[in-house]
C-alpha cells in the first residue's frame, strides 16, 4: 500500500521553462489537494479537488494550472517557472470531511 | 490575523523531559483539531486528531483542546531524539473545506 506517491522527487528547472509534478493516490480518496511549503510561510494550499471532475483555486494559485485526471491522480503545472516558485511541493488526499490528511514524500524543486 | 497561530521555534530539550507544543485559534467554528509531524526532508504525517474539548492520549503524546480559550496543546512525555521533528497544529471546521495548518515548532531532543 504505497499511500500518496509523488513524482519526481528533485527537479532543477530554468526561468521560463515548464514542467508537470505527478501525483497519484491508492487510497481510493475522493479529495486531493496541492500544498506548497517554504521557510517560515508554513504549508499554503495552491491548489485542490473535492472529488474526480472538479478542482478549485486555494490561497496561492497563480502561476499553475491543475488536473485531476481520474480519482487517483491530480497533477500540477507550472506553465512558465519563476524563481519565486522554488519550493517544496507536497500533495495529499483525504478519505472524506472528518478525516485528515494523507500526504506524500514531496517533490524539491529550485528554478534557477 | 491569521486563522492559526503557532510560534515556530525553534525549541531545544533535553532527552527524558515533557514538551509542550502550543497553538492558537481565531475562529469558535472550528470543531476538528489535529497535530502533524514532519520529520526533515519528509511529507507531514498525522499524529494526533481530535473532535471534542478536553484531552486524548495516545503513548507517550496527549493532545489538548479548550475551546474555551481556543488553544490547542500537545505533550510528549519521555521525550526522545527521534522526536526531533516539524510539528504542525491543523484545524478545521464544518463550514470549512479544508484543513488549516499552523506553520510548525520545530522540535530538538538533545540525546
Known amino acids: 500500500n504505497a499511500g500518496v506517491t509523488q513524482t519526481p522527487k528533485f527537479q532543477v528547472l530554468k526561468t521560463g521553462q515548464s514542467m508537470t509534478l505527478q501525483c497519484a493516490q491508492d487510497m481510493n480518496h475522493n479529495s486531493m489537494y496541492w500544498y506548497r511549503q517554504d521557510p517560515g510561510m508554513g504549508l499554503r494550499l495552491i491548489y485542490y479537488s473535492a472529488s474526480e471532475g472538479t478542482t478549485d483555486k486555494g490561497e496561492v494559485p497563480n502561476g499553475y494550472n491543475v488536473s485531476r485526471l481520474n480519482k487517483r491522480e491530480f497533477s500540477l503545472r507550472l506553465e512558465s517557472a519563476a524563481p519565486s516558485q522554488t519550493s517544496v511541493y507536497f500533495c495529499?488526499?483525504?478519505?472524506?470531511?472528518?478525516?485528515?490528511?494523507?500526504f506524500g514524500s514531496g517533490t524539491r524543486l529550485t528554478v534557477v | 490575523q491569521k486563522e492559526v497561530e503557532q510560534d515556530p521555534g525553534p525549541l531545544s530539550v533535553p532527552e527524558g523531559a515533557i514538551v509542550s507544543l502550543n497553538c492558537t485559534y481565531s475562529?469558535?467554528?472550528?470543531?476538528?483539531f489535529m497535530w502533524y509531524r514532519q520529520y526533515s526532508r519528509k511529507g507531514p504525517e498525522l499524529l494526533m486528531y481530535?473532535?471534542?474539548?478536553g484531552n486524548k492520549e495516545d503513548g507517550r503524546f496527549t493532545a489538548q483542546v479548550d475551546k474555551s480559550s481556543k488553544y490547542i496543546s500537545l505533550f510528549i512525555r519521555d521525550s526522545q531524539p527521534s522526536d526531533s521533528a516539524t510539528y504542525l497544529c491543523?484545524?478545521?471546521?464544518?463550514?470549512?473545506?479544508?484543513?488549516?495548518f499552523g506553520s510548525g515548532t520545530r522540535l530538538s531532543i538533545r540525546p
Open positions: 491543523a484545524i478545521w471546521g464544518s463550514s470549512a473545506s479544508k484543513i488549516i
Open positions: 481530535t473532535y471534542s474539548s
Open positions: 475562529n469558535s467554528a472550528f470543531q476538528y
Open positions: 495529499a488526499s483525504q478519505e472524506g470531511a472528518n478525516y485528515g490528511y494523507t
